[in-house]
């Protein structure tokens, strides 16, 4: 099989790490030549139609959290993505990234050296995972790991100042994708779709 080249388009460097992880997962010949970290969903929305457009030349993958739309469907009727080009692949995380993380229940009880009873059994059902998983660390019994990944007391920062570099970490050396897609729907259809991206129909 030869190697296929991607532009993966992300809402930040966490999730960066995770399509990097769910790539190399798939254990399909994948290179990803560009990323493009827009900081946030409203470039990856507005760029949808360059998206588009440029999958022609150089097939795109793009990642953003559903947060607070209904359901993936509203979402990507707003964006007006219902109908993609076979070359670009869109996957939502439902609600956010974070609750991919949290789906892998044992590495993160782990990572965070919490008690794995105190990590959610739905983590798709929370309406904040990344808050969820902050008041995690908060909890965390390594006092450095805490500091690094919550805000401080009366800043204006949702996340701690190195909350994307540790749980990037986790994702690298840490992350059980497969344990985690059992108790995540939407990673399982993410990883799913990857695994079948760019095959002959």
Not at 147 to 166: D, F, K, Q, W
Request: aromatic content about 6%; overall charge positive; hydrophobic content about 40%.
């Amino acid at each position: 099989m030869t190697e296929c080249n991607l532009l993966v388009a992300v809402e930040d460097e966490l999730s960066a790490a995770v399509m990097r992880r769910l790539i190399q997962t798939t254990g399909r010949k994948f290179v990803i030549s560009r990323t493009i970290n827009a900081r946030g969903y409203g470039r990856l929305k507005a760029d949808m139609g360059k998206f588009k457009s440029a999958s022609h030349v150089l097939p795109h993958v793009v990642l953003t959290d559903l947060d607070q739309y209904p359901c993936p469907p509203a979402l990507l009727k707003d964006w007006k993505a219902t109908a993609l080009p076979p070359r670009l692949l869109l996957r939502i995380a439902v609600r956010e990234v974070e609750a991919w993380l949290l789906a892998d229940r044992d590495g993160i009880a782990n990572f965070l050296s919490i008690a794995k009873n105190k990590v959610p059994q739905d983590p798709e059902a929370e309406a904040d995972p990344k808050r969820t998983l902050i008041n995690l660390a908060r909890k965390s019994r390594r006092q450095r790991l805490a500091i690094e990944m919550v805000p401080e007391t009366g800043s204006s920062a949702p996340i701690g100042p190195l909350y994307n570099a540790r749980l990037s970490e986790f994702v690298n050396t840490h992350w059980d994708v497969k344990n985690a897609r059992t108790v995540s729907p939407s990673l399982d259809r993410a990883l799913s779709s990857l695994a079948s991206f760019m095959l002959p129909q």
